[in-house]
């Protein structure tokens, strides 16, 4: 803490200084004072840059985010100074002592760009703060100096253009009267050690003219000078946002203060003055004792006209989520991948600030797994998180301690955007619908595009709507139940990976023509994928294992998408699971044979009737009192115990189809490709996913095994059915 006195010693010689300096020189001076203010808080808050189309802006993230909403601060300078290294400087100070989001806009600066630039670049900061979903009443203005009569003037360009008015406003020592009528200029010139009269003359002819000369006409000067979007002090305060009002009671500007709180009083409006006397010009800028007492009054003013802290969701895990906490290991958790890759390399910026907008939108998937007393459950996270590089192979394992402070990932690689999903909080549809959405809003903030809602592209600022939180297990569960007994199944065998690297294959085929040999056959091109993996493993099988009757039945466990036999539009898991296959005792089958096996079993299981006594068999466990009472850490251990014996036993891997991804136009323009991978397993070395999109069908294969087993196999089938398909892989 600085004392007042020495402070305004340093002031009043600083005064004395710039009083022959050059512009320049008072610039680079200014600049550095930012440079201060951002050291004394750099270990408190994150910054990121923004790009506006005139100007440069800044995003301060409190490390310790308090509340919601968020301040639009307008640095001061005489329109003349302050670059976005002073506005960052204060912008960080108010983030960390406020606990609250500040953007810093550093609008372009006279003489160069004279009025109006400044109120036209504070109304695009407002702008784009609106459209990354902040309503009005999210909305704190807070200004010093020149910056505290520029929140009053965009105010005023608000009202002009009939828009919404934000929350309220804290003008710090604001210049809000160019004219320099107040009797303070007088009364206080030879006490005020920050600010004289010739320099706030010289501002005010750079901003107004874009020269420093001003003109002869004193009635042409004033006239010019009381333009209400420059001096708002002469503009029509009716209908203005509450203010706060700080001034020293010491500076030359005091009047500037003063007679803005009376117009806005005599305007109807509310506001409140607090004039700390012996203190100077912009004094909460300072870390002094006064401005930190005046800091509680902001706070204070924040809590009156925000908001309320909005309280963070939490969520029961849906039944199909509560066994992933619970089976994790040190080396392995249920992570799945989607991917957008566009025509160009993605800025990071941007698609942060898109992903801050994205994850209000989607309060069950922007969660962290937080540890109850008897079950774990999701709670919503405040902010969105920071987007990582791309690693060396995707869906790098992830300590289950991330997980409990984010359970998705945005993942960014030139022109790929990946996000990868604990699959406790969503299904790969919900998943896909997040993806989509945040492409979206990518391309809106990026190139202006509107991406009209549909194909799963939400309304990123409409409200999450109920039915999306559902957990539609509990809705749809009956009163009986399936039995759960199965054959165990032929599992894959190879040298692990020592330092659990994941091989992802890619194999892209012509989509119209694999369903036209679908079609030929009868079958669904999932029912032809699932056979001709099925042909593959049992080809395998053969070569590991030669007595025909020591073999295992091959069978591919495909994950079925519940809202095509149930009403539902939750973005949670929502999937159950079938598992057609063949029993590998009897012999060879003909790969039409297998096609017909598979479709015909997938018709007698994909059925409402025996979906919902799947449903019912897992989801009545759940209701019996000894389960609900037990202690997490026991279920935990009963859990897993359960899928170590169960678990991966049935079925030789998981092929999960998402099938044709659909893009609102114009968004298809911009995105080249789609991608769908899924997490090895924790047992077996393989999964396989697939999608299709703009009318290539690309089917990925990931192993943590150094052998290219099924992948060889899978290839030779294709080719056995004159499939050709381009190959990619990160195979070292």
Known sequence: MLQERFVRMQLSLFQSFAAGCS??????GQDKLGLLMTSLQKKKITCKNIHFDTFEGALITPKDLLRDGILLYLHGGGYTCGDLTYAKGFGTTLAAKLGIRVLC???????????????????AAYEYLLASGYRPSEILL???SAGGGLAFSLCLKLK???????????????????????????????????????????????????????ISNLELDQRKKKNPLASP????????????????????????????????????????????????????LYPIRSSQRDFKEVERFLLETLPPPRKLRWIRLDNAAKIYPAIKTRRWNNYFRLSATLQESVDRDVLQAALDVTVRRFPTIAVRIRRGLFWYYLEEIPFAPEIHTEYAYPLVHTPFDDIQKCAFRVIVYEGRISVEFFHAITDGNGGLVFLKSLVAEYLKQKYGVVIPYGNGV?????????????????????????????????????????????????????????????????????AFLTAVMIQATMAVQEKMVKKPLRRKT??????????NLFPSETLRNFVLYVTPGVDARLGTYTFDELCQIVYHQMQLMITQKQMQMRISANVNIEKYFLIKATPLFIKNLFLKLGFILVGERKSCFTFSNLGIACLPDPMGDYVSRMDFVLGVQSTTPYNVAAITYDGTLQVNIIRNIQEPILERHFWEALRALDIRAKVESNQR
């Open 233 to 284: 002090l002469f503009g029509d305060l009716s209908a203005m946002p509450p203010a706060l009002i700080l001034a020293g009671g010491d500076e030359i500007m005091l009047d500037d203060a003063r007679l803005m709180h009376q117009a806005l009083h005599a305007a109807g409006c509310a506001s409140r003055i607090i004039v700390r006397e012996g203190m100077w010009h912009g004094y909460l």
């Open 458 to 526: 939400l309304d990123r600022l409409e409200t999450p709507r109920e039915g999306e939180m559902t957990d539609s297990f509990l809705k749809y569960s009956g009163k009986i139940g399936a039995s759960r007994r199965e054959a165990n199944a032929f599992h894959f065998a190879g040298t692990l990976e020592k330092d659990g690297f994941c091989t992802n294959t890619t194999f892209m085929m012509d989509a119209a023509s694999l369903a036209d040999k679908a079609k030929k056959r009868g079958v669904t091109v999932t």
């Open 142 to 144: 807070c200004g010093e």
């Open 23 to 28: 512009l320049k020189t008072a610039r680079e």
């Open 160 to 214: 002009e253009k009939r828009m919404a008015m934000p929350a309220g406003i804290v003008a710090v020592s604001p210049w809000t009267d160019l004219t320099l009528s107040g009797g303070t200029y007088a009364d206080n010139a030879n006490i005020d050690p920050s600010m004289t009269q010739t320099r706030l003359r010289f501002y005010a002819d750079c901003y107004i003219y874009g020269t420093p000369k001003g």
């Open 554 to 563: 091959v069978k591919i466990l495909l994950p079925v998408n519940l809202r």
């Open 105 to 123: 806009p550093a609008y372009r600066l006279a003489p160069e760009a004279p009025f109006p630039a400044a109120v036209e670049d504070a109304f």
